[in-house]
């Protein structure tokens, strides 16, 4: 799902829900405004009906009847009298307004108060007796309304005002509030996998984005810390198994020269001595890879022909996998110059051959080898026939001591430092290695360096 | 051949003395630098094998000395760091090789020899075995007045197997000394290359001067020493 930056996510919602607020209380306060004005006027209608209707009943006694254009003293301006009822008798006074009462307002009962709807304003009517007569009273409700509506103008006219200046103090205050979680963000971001000394800066504040930096840190700190482990680790065990290494190799040399006689010990000397050849190669590779890791593989870079150099591999490989009856094909461009350190580059390429070789078929494979420039690179395609390696081992092979099953099951030799060994090797040198493709048709190798500047 | 060996390891320079001597080489073994420092400064040596880490003067110190004295005794460097900036440092300071640790006694002789002979001169610079002569100047094999043809690896090959006559060198020995590169499991890099340099040497009518020592390795040896 997209979602939009959290700044306008925030920005958005708060708008929305201030202006629910806000035309909340304009009803409630229209309302009560409304309700507080209509209750004056109710009790204006009682208080004023009083002596209206003691002086009616006095005029009565003296047998004047209420009466349309009736003058009456005690009236105050603006009360209107509607009709006046007495002994079952109605008497018109107000012929337009009484005209608008419903059967069911004229029938209503003394003390009630309502609201009727006329041309151009609205009334409220009270329904007031003073024992003998009823008297159905009203009060215009014009300025009233006239009161609601310039509180509804006033109201309209702020709201602008209000929004934008929300909106700019929402913008404001959501960019201070989303500006350290986009820093953290960017800093989590720049962790490539390799540099692990990224840290969040944390100014020690205990909110939730605090918490989130402290957390990140210290998943780094102890990342770093484990990775550092290991790394040392093993270098420090590279170099404290060496010596007992270096004295069993001496003493099994040693007694492989006395044991002439015996050749039963002697192939068992000599077998022990492959093993101490294989712990020690394994050794100086988990040494090179540490000081890669590390970042602190030290080349002795020098230009060297690239070409030749495939050239001299491929001889050996080519002696002794067509020993097997197998096939050696090349394609080397000539005279292409890289700088590299020899040794290390040697092992890069031999590993990459050793593989095509070992992983080939048991009898008729093929190797074909080729070497050639592709813009700033010398570009090493190695391939070889044999079983495709399985879609879910392409990602770990480079992987240290990873190993195939099936190449665990074919009992192929081999520590499974040599891919790993392979790319730590073209990294060093700015290049890097890949599995191009693994298919029925070959699994092909590629391994580039840059060229030799001329 | 004078030898000044410096190494603090006892168990490693106790085999590597025994070794050498049995090789026919005269050593003088120190395990202190200062002690090293003093024999390299008196004695008269054909070569030197200084260790980098000692107690007291290192070997590079030593290496640093015998050279500002204008002595040209070979020297190669060894040491178990491994460590490029060591090799560059030795060689810079003017060492003729350099050893990683561990290394095998074979591979001590036989560059122990190539330093000696480099110094030496055109004198050293052919080996001979029966009637088969190697001339290590102009890189050229003779057997029995027939010049024999060989590829570089194959000439790295029979020289190392000249120089230990009667050892047998294992496969490892063997494709670490002439292969720069590493051990590689499951190899017969060295069985191949043997074959080619064995029917190049022993022609048909001759008497073979290889032998194949089953689940070993190699050696070299001429028909009338060859043990019966």
């Given at each position: 799902m997209k979602r939009p930056k959290f700044r306008f996510q925030l920005m958005s919602w708060t708008l929305l829900l201030t202006a629910i607020a806000v035309a909340a209380s304009f009803l409630v306060s229209a309302h009560s405004l409304k309700k507080s004005f209509t209750d004056e006027i109710d009790e204006r209608l009682h208080r004023e009906s009083k002596p209206v209707l003691a002086e009616l009943k006095s005029l009565q006694q003296g047998g004047v009847q209420p009466k349309r254009g009736i003058e009456l003293e005690t009236r105050p301006t603006g009360l209107q009298i509607l009709r006046v009822q007495q002994n079952g008798k109605a008497h018109r006074v107000q012929y337009a307004l009484d005209d608008m009462l419903s059967e069911k307002q004229r029938a209503a009962s003394v003390g009630s108060e309502f609201t009727i709807r006329g041309k151009n304003e609205k009334w409220r009517v009270a329904v007031i007796s003073d024992g003998d007569q009823t008297g159905w009273f009203a009060r215009s409700l014009s300025e009233t309304d006239e009161e609601i509506a310039k509180m509804t103008k006033r109201y309209l006219r702020t709201m602008p005002l209000v929004v934008v200046f929300l909106l700019g103090s929402i913008w404001w205050v959501s960019g201070r509030m989303s500006r350290p979680v986009r820093e953290l963000a960017k800093t989590m971001e720049s962790?490539?996998?390799?540099?692990?000394s990224i840290r969040a800066q944390d100014d020690?504040?205990?909110?939730e984005l605090g918490r989130v930096t402290r957390s990140w840190n210290r998943l780094m700190d102890q990342l770093e810390g484990s990775f550092r482990q290991a790394r040392r680790f093993s270098a420090d065990a590279s170099h404290e198994l060496k010596t007992p290494l270096a004295a069993l190799q001496g003493r099994l040399e040693t007694a492989l020269r006395k044991s002439e006689a015996d050749n039963e010990v002697r192939v068992e000397l000599a077998g022990a001595l492959e093993r101490v050849a294989e712990i020690r190669s394994t050794l100086d590779g988990l040494l090179l890879l540490s000081r890669a890791d590390a970042g602190k593989l030290s080349l002795q870079t020098s230009p060297l022909d690239f070409s030749a150099l495939v050239a001299e591999c491929l001889e050996d490989t080519s002696a002794e996998f067509e020993a097997e009856d197998g096939k050696v094909s090349a394609n080397v461009t000539p005279n292409i110059f890289i700088s590299a350190d020899r040794r290390l580059l040697l092992t890069a390429i031999t590993n990459l051959l050793s593989n095509a070789q070992k992983y080939?078929?048991?009898?008729?494979g093929t190797i074909s080898c080729s070497l050639e420039p592709v813009e700033n690179s010398a570009v090493l395609s190695v391939t070889n026939t044999g079983l495709p390696i399985p879609e879910q081992d392409r990602e770990r092979i480079?992987?240290?001591?990873y190993r195939t099953k099936s190449s665990r099951e074919q009992g192929?030799?081999?520590?499974?430092l040599g891919l790993s060994l392979t790319a730590a090797i073209a990294t060093a040198h700015d290049g890097m290695v890949w599995l191009e493709k693994s298919d029925e048709s070959g699994t092909e190798f590629r391994f580039s360096l840059p060229l030799a500047e001329k | 051949m004078k030898i000044l060996f410096l190494e603090d390891d006892r168990e490693i320079g106790d085999f590597v003395v025994r070794g050498l001597k049995e090789e026919g080489f005269t050593v003088d073994w120190c395990i202190d630098g200062n002690e090293g420092s003093n024999l390299a400064a008196d004695g008269q040596y054909d070569a030197m094998v200084l260790d980098?880490?000692?107690?007291?003067?290192?070997g590079l110190g030593i290496l640093k000395q015998v050279r500002s004295r204008k002595n040209t005794t070979p020297v190669i460097i060894t040491t178990a760091r491994g460590e490029i900036e060591d090799r560059i440092e030795g060689l810079n300071l003017g060492a003729d090789d350099y050893l990683p640790k561990p290394y095998y006694l074979a591979e001590l002789v036989a560059r122990l020899r190539a330093v000696w002979r480099r110094s030496a001169g055109?004198?050293?610079?052919q080996l001979a075995m029966a009637d088969l002569t190697v001339n290590l100047m102009t890189r050229e094999a003779v057997r029995g007045g027939r010049m024999i043809d060989l590829s570089p690896k194959e000439f790295a090959l029979l020289v190392y197997f000249m120089e230990s006559p009667g050892r047998v060198l294992t496969r490892t020995q063997i494709i670490e000394h002439v292969w720069e590169y590493q051990f590689n499991p499951g190899t017969n890099l060295v069985d191949v290359y043997v074959r080619k340099l064995r029917t190049k040497i022993d022609a048909p009518q001759e008497a073979s001067l290889f032998e194949t020592v089953r689940g070993v390795g190699y050696r070299m040896v001429a028909p009338d020493d060859s043990p019966t």
């Open positions: 962790f490539d996998g390799m540099n692990l020690g504040v205990a909110d080939n078929l048991p009898e008729g480079f992987e240290r001591f192929a030799d081999g520590q499974g | 980098i880490m000692v107690p007291g003067r290192d055109d004198g050293m610079s």
